[in-house]
């Protein structure tokens, strides 16, 4: 989850920063449009979304959590399943070579075996490890986008020129309450995907 947050923290960056650019450098041009009004950017142009509470009350987040959660369980059963029988097989070598029942050759033949399961054991524990964070840094994006879409998709109805990002750390460091409207694209974003589901 401090991979979501640094992600989304990067994010929310180069939005701000292109916020600003698209504000400074398209000011002129709606000031030219509207040239007799007292304001330049309509009143309500800008609300914020809680990005965390967001995607964790988002369902499409619970289930791809629980999915995820499910490929980990499973890597771990295989990992141990593996880890169990490389002790397995270190046990019966130990016990052999300290009862003198292996020759030195056949000894030396059995540790280098357990030297290459060790190995494979190494290699498939970090194979896991990194398709799971691999995995999970796609899921992240994924709902990102799917939020980020349905904004931009629905934007009429939310009626603004700016939704931002607001997260513990980010760089909105305060806002008016009063411009959150996390809970109506909350239950919007679960009715879309409920219906998306069925």
Not at 31 to 36: H, R
Not at 50 to 64: G, L, T, W
């Amino acid at each position: 989850m401090k991979k979501l947050s640094v992600i989304l923290f990067g994010v929310l960056f180069l939005a701000v920063i292109g916020l600003y650019f698209l504000h400074f450098s398209g000011s002129k041009s709606i000031k030219n449009n509207n040239s007799g009004s007292a304001s330049s950017v309509p009143a309500g142009a800008i609300a914020y979304v809680n990005i965390d509470s967001v995607i964790f009350k988002f369902n499409m987040f619970s289930d791809r959590r629980d999915e995820l959660m499910s490929k980990q369980k499973s890597a771990e059963a295989e990992l141990n399943s593996k880890g169990n029988q490389y002790q397995k097989d270190g046990k019966d070598y130990q016990d052999k070579v300290n009862k003198g029942l292996v020759t030195r050759a056949v000894a030396a033949q059995m540790e280098q075996a357990l030297g290459q399961q060790q190995q494979e054991l190494i290699s498939l524990r970090d194979k896991l490890q990194s398709n799971l964070m691999e995995e999970e840094q796609v899921m992240n994006r994924q709902i990102l986008e799917y939020i980020t879409k349905f904004l931009s998709d629905h934007k009429s109805e939310y009626n603004y020129q700016y939704i931002l990002g607001k997260s513990f750390g980010s760089v909105v460091l305060y806002s008016d309450s009063g411009l959150d409207i996390s809970q109506k694209v909350l239950d919007a974003l679960n009715k879309k995907y409920k219906e998306e589901k069925k």
